[in-house]
């Protein structure tokens, strides 16, 4: 069975643009929840989608967005890059069923110039 | 805000020894706790988790003590093997989060021949 995959694993952007990575699940599991993991840190929670609906949010700026479909798959979204924005991303997935054990994706790097 | 901490950031140990990574929470309502193995380029995985009406839990070669009293976690391993080397995390579970992991900064394990 396959696990938690994201796209792309490496991305090179500069300031001011936008980028979107995407994350798909574990099959079967119907939430998905994003994690900065920035350099020296440890992870820093962004997004959780359930269900198609976004169930909380972790201390970001509103640039940072985004949203499952239907298929349980989710886009995370980041406007107008910042070099500070450069960061592992990782994707998780739950059962969604009162199970906080999460699985996660390898993550896709992002490195802002 | 509360925060998971770790007491040590490297820890080196011996191969077949027995390693320790001990973990802080200041959360008192935190009542679900989790740690993670990130190996290089990979995304966090499950190594064992523990409630809070529970004091101690064992995997294979794994064991997480819990102690409510001090708010402290901890994760030994036991033989440890070169396969161990890894940043370990805890995380934390706030019933009220959404089931949004609040995770430590890491403790980089480092197994030598």
């Known amino acids: 069975e396959a696990g938690v995959t994201q796209s792309p694993t490496h991305l090179i952007k500069t300031r001011g643009q936008q980028v979107t990575l995407r994350c798909s699940p574990i099959?079967?599991?119907?939430?998905v929840y994003w994690y900065q993991q920035a350099l020296g840190l440890g992870l820093q929670f962004l997004l959780w989608?359930?269900?198609?609906?976004?169930?909380n949010r972790g201390n970001f700026p509103p640039r940072f967005s985004g949203r499952q479909f239907p298929n349980y798959s989710s886009e995370l979204n980041v406007n107008a890059l910042e070099l500070e924005d450069s960061a592992l991303y990782l994707c998780?997935?739950?059962?969604?069923?009162?199970?906080?054990?999460?699985?996660f994706g390898s993550g896709t790097q992002l490195s802002v110039l | 805000g509360e925060s998971v901490g770790l007491h040590l950031p490297t820890l080196s140990v011996q191969e077949g020894d027995n390693s320790i990574i001990n973990c802080a929470y200041s959360?008192?309502?935190?009542?679900?706790f989790i740690w993670y193995k990130q190996e290089s380029g990979k995304g966090p995985q499950f190594i064992i988790d523990?409630?809070?009406?529970?004091d101690k839990r064992q995997g294979q070669r794994v064991t997480v003590l819990l102690n409510k009293t001090v708010k402290h976690l901890s994760l030994q391993i036991a033989a440890t093997q070169p396969g161990d080397s890894a940043v370990y995390f805890c995380?934390?579970?706030?019933?009220?989060?959404?089931?949004?992991?609040?995770f430590g900064k890491g403790t980089s394990l480092l197994v030598t021949p």
């Open positions: 998780a997935s739950s059962s969604g069923q009162g199970s906080e054990k999460l699985f």
């Open positions: 099959s079967g599991h119907t939430s």
């Open positions: 989608y359930d269900e198609g609906e976004e169930r």
């Open positions: 959360n008192s309502a935190s009542d679900y």
């Open positions: 523990i409630r809070s009406n529970m």
């Open positions: 995380a934390e579970n706030v019933g009220n989060s959404g089931y949004a992991l609040n």
